[in-house]
């Protein structure tokens, strides 16, 4: 182990640098024990006799056991299921004006960073695509030390309080006395919690909403959700929101593929992330920040304190600032995904917090549940978890130690040792709280400005678009109709007609219960674009998947025209056959079968496109795969294009084989390539519902 970065440069390579130390190559090495003692033998344990008892004094496999019998950690209690990779952070200017924070400063330099995704409420085995909020945590590994912007997909919470944070978890993770369902939000007591506690509605509107089923960790929003503070070298503090925006702009499954891809791969964005880092398409997000003076903190219609509200875009503006890539898969997944410890409390000097009573119960919670989940106190000195600055302080033993501080002083202050390690003061980059004033009398009260509950409800509800609704009140349908209790269902009708009564009286439809009673829901009127996904105008085909069903004697030019559009789009393409091997085109050229219709499935790709050629569609319609194949993509709105021939299978699958308005491409020509190309980049065709 070397020593740290004492002279506080850091580079994109100063975390991967540290790592090296600790990573371990065994190829072509002999096998040892843990105690470096080379083994002769791993396939026998040693006995008396051959057919006698195993002898206590095999401490190879003693050892090997024991290992083995410890080495599962306890999940996340929430968040257990997750997927990370290593990139960089780079400023675009410098931030001077607002911020001391040195990762903020300097666009030539690149800073480490390690990113987590997650889902929440499922185990760490749980399926990728289920309905959930997703995690988007960040640990910049900065000069100053580790700073962790700890986010969600969704820009605000379920609740105002993390003292409720307990009733939450428990009410959405599987009901305690059955373990019933995993990973779901739908069931009675996740929905009796929200009918019981109304400062959910708004998270609830989005969590029933697109961005609760992300296409892909690469394509979906981050927000710090909280308020924070900017504060810079002459003291002066902005609040401030966190926001990372996906290059390859926000995109959505539908819930049906949604619940397929759960069963059908259950690794479905841990593997989108895996490989599209292994293939270079690296993934990559802009970082925003939207400010308000201090003298501004009351000028709105929301407490800015409040977790539950968002600040429209259109109100104050998301100022872009720099961008992170995320260029490099992990070597292990339980030294690194597994073992990194974020922590909202982890700030540099520069970022301070607020008074949002989410936000200052987080701070708590998180170095508390590292130290039953990896074992103590000195989880710091974990590889992943170390910051790449120098750390000298007082802090001795506990379990799994691993600095070595040689002298007997370990106190401050002490003269012994010239009192060090010294604190530092502000010039020399010690950490300063900023000094806002407070006064107030001890008491268990939520302020009265968090008590409008439904007008951000309402105002999300407004900027949908008629699909974007529809597809809430599928969602509504979908989870309340799941819920056994009819009180808990009416109790849901009611809350809801609070924003939106029209809403209600669907979702009563729907799942069978009463109309609303209330008749008057929350006044807004406004909308706010920048909260539709559909709006957003990043359409984009790179990185997509297309599934290529072609068969012996399909038409080889034109496929060979359409890889070539897809590869200048930076599209890729598997081929889907009845059999693994090779397929031959009329023309003789062969090319890999990479799944079978048994092995892949519609629901694993962005689009589909039916070669041409009559004998490959001929052998393709033997059996009904391909036709299911198609009609799986029609239904999930996704681009469909067929060669000449292939038309014939979508027309048997009941498609209009040339409609580019609904995204269905008769591809014969490079301009039909690239009017499929456009359609993938659309994402889904709506038009068809
Ligand atoms: Fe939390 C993990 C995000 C509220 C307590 N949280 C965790 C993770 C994310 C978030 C992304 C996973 C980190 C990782 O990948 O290792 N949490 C949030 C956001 C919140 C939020 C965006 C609201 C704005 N959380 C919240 C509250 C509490 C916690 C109010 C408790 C007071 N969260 C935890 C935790 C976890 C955690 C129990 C579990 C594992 C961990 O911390 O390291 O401490």
């Given at each position: 182990m070397t020593k740290a970065n004492e002279s506080g440069r850091i580079d994109e390579q100063s975390k991967q640098r540290q790592l090296d130390q600790y990573r371990v190559d065994d190829n072509g090495k002999k096998m040892t024990t843990n105690q470096g003692l080379r083994v002769s033998e791993d396939e026998h344990s040693l006995k008396a006799g051959a057919r006698g008892p195993t002898l206590m004094e095999d401490f190879h496999f003693r050892e090997k056991m024991t290992h083995f019998d410890h080495e599962r950690i306890p999940e996340r209690i929430v968040h257990a299921r997750g997927s990370g990779a290593h990139g960089y952070f780079q400023v675009y200017e410098p931030m001077t004006e607002y911020t001391k924070a040195k990762f903020l400063q300097d666009p030539s330099v690149k800073t480490p960073v390690f990113v987590r995704y997650s889902t929440v409420?499922?185990?760490?085995?749980?399926?990728?695509?289920?309905r959930d909020v997703r995690g988007f945590s960040t640990k910049f590994y900065t000069e100053e030390g580790n700073y962790d912007l700890v986010g969600n997909n969704i820009p605000v919470f379920f609740i105002q309080d993390a003292i409720k944070f307990p009733d939450l978890i428990h009410a959405v993770k599987p009901e305690p006395h059955n373990e019933i369902p995993q990973a779901a939000s739908a069931h009675d007591t996740f929905w009796d919690f929200v009918a019981n506690n109304e400062e959910t509605a708004h998270m609830v509107m989005w969590h029933l909403s697109d961005r609760a089923i992300p296409r892909s960790f690469r394509m979906m929003e981050g927000f710090g959700v909280h308020t924070f503070r900017f504060v810079n070298e002459q003291g002066v503090a902005h609040f401030v929101k966190f926001h990372w925006k996906p290059v390859l702009g926000v995109k959505s499954l539908v819930w049906d593929e949604a619940q397929k891809i759960a069963g059908k791969n259950p690794d479905f964005h841990r593997q989108d992330l895996w490989e599209a880092i292994d293939t270079g398409n690296y993934p990559e997000f802009e970082f925003g920040v939207q400010m308000i003076k201090e003298e501004d903190e009351f000028k709105f219609d929301f407490d800015i304190l409040d977790p539950t509200k968002l600040w429209p875009e259109e109100q104050i503006p998301v100022k872009i600032i720099g961008k992170m890539v995320l260029n490099q898969n992990t070597d292990n997944f339980f030294a690194e995904t597994e073992q990194i410890a974020f922590h909202p409390g982890h700030v540099v000097p520069g970022i301070d917090f607020s008074n949002d009573p989410l936000l200052q119960g987080r701070l708590f919670s998180y170095t508390d549940t590292q130290l039953s989940r990896l074992g103590?106190?000195?989880?710091?000195?974990l590889p992943i978890n170390r910051t790449v600055a120098p750390v000298h302080n007082n802090q001795r033993d506990g379990m799994h130690r691993m600095s070595i501080n040689p002298g007997p002083v370990s106190y401050h202050?002490?003269?012994?040792?010239?009192?060090?390690?010294e604190p530092a003061s502000e010039g020399e980059g010690g950490y300063a709280h900023y000094q806002e004033k407070v006064d107030g009398r001890k008491v268990r009260q939520r302020s009265e400005?968090?008590?409008?509950?439904y007008s951000q409800a309402k105002l999300f509800w407004n900027s949908m678009t008629e699909v974007e609704k529809e597809h809430i009140i599928q969602a509504f349908h979908f989870e309340v109709g799941k819920v056994k209790s009819k009180d808990v269902q009416q109790q849901i009708v009611e809350m809801f007609s609070n924003v939106d009564v029209e809403l209600a009286k669907t979702i009563a439809m729907g799942v069978g219960v009463n109309p609303p009673a209330n008749k008057s829901e929350v006044q807004m009127d406004l909308a706010s674009p920048a909260l539709s996904q559909e709006q957003m105008k990043v359409n984009t085909a790179a990185t997509r998947k297309v599934a290529i069903l072609a068969a012996d004697g399909f038409n080889g030019s034109e496929v060979n025209q359409v890889l070539e559009s897809f590869k200048s789009a930076g599209i890729t393409a598997e081929f889907i056959s009845h059999n693994r091997g090779v397929v031959t085109s009329s023309e003789g050229q062969q090319v890999e079968v990479n799944q079978t219709f048994l092995t892949a499935d519609?629901?694993?790709?962005d689009a589909v496109y039916v070669a041409g050629g009559q004998e490959s569609v001929d052998a393709l319609m033997a059996s009904k795969e391909p036709i299911y194949f198609v009609d799986e993509a029609y239904n999930h709105f996704k681009a469909i294009g067929a060669g000449k021939e292939g038309a014939e299978i979508l027309s048997k699958a009941g498609i209009v084989s040339n409609d580019p308005a609904s995204g269905i491409v008769a591809v014969t020509d490079k301009n039909s390539g690239s009017a499929f190309i456009e359609a993938i980049a659309k994402h889904r065709h709506w038009k068809r519902a």
């Open positions: 409420a499922g185990s760490r085995g749980s399926a990728d695509s289920v103590g106190p000195n989880f710091h000195e202050k002490n003269s012994l040792a010239g009192n060090s390690p400005s968090f008590k409008d509950h519609s629901v694993l790709f």
